[in-house]
Nanobody
Framework: QVQLVESGGGLVQPGGSLNLSCAAS????????VGWYRQAPGQQRDLVAE???????NYADSVKGRFTVSRDKAETTVYLQMNNLKPEDTAAYYC?????????????WGQGTQVTVSS
């Protein structure tokens, strides 16, 4: 069974930084697009950042220049470095990995980690 386990969330002041980690069981990150989504209360879950198997990255406009997605060479851990955090970044952050089998997208999700930006 595939498991994605996030860590690194917490309470931080505006302007601060956090580094989220997502550890995978097995080799789920290999060959899959990996990344992070977030969901605030009452809102939909939105893409924050993702990285393709080839290393291309894609970021939500609201986090460009502040967040960086990366993965280790062993492809067992994905990271999200978050700098200059703002109160509007407050949300539950979810690790994600997906690939397409034909037209069908298969997603794997972590359980989420809470990030709260407040003074």
């Amino acid at each position: 069974q595939v498991q994605l386990v996030e860590s690194g969330g917490g309470l931080v002041q505006p302007g601060g930084s956090l580094n989220l980690s997502c550890a995978a069981s097995g080799t789920i990150f290999s060959g899959n697009t990996v990344g992070w989504y977030r969901q605030a209360p009452g809102q939909q879950r939105d893409l924050v950042a993702e990285m393709s198997p080839g290393g291309a990255t894609n970021y939500a406009d609201s986090v460009k220049g502040r967040f960086t997605v990366s993965r280790d060479k062993a492809e067992t851990t994905v990271y999200l470095q978050m700098n200059n955090l703002k109160p509007e970044d407050t949300a539950a952050y979810y690790c994600n990995a997906y690939r397409y089998f034909g037209y069908r997208r298969i997603d794997y999700w972590g359980q989420g980690t809470q990030v709260t930006v407040s003074s």
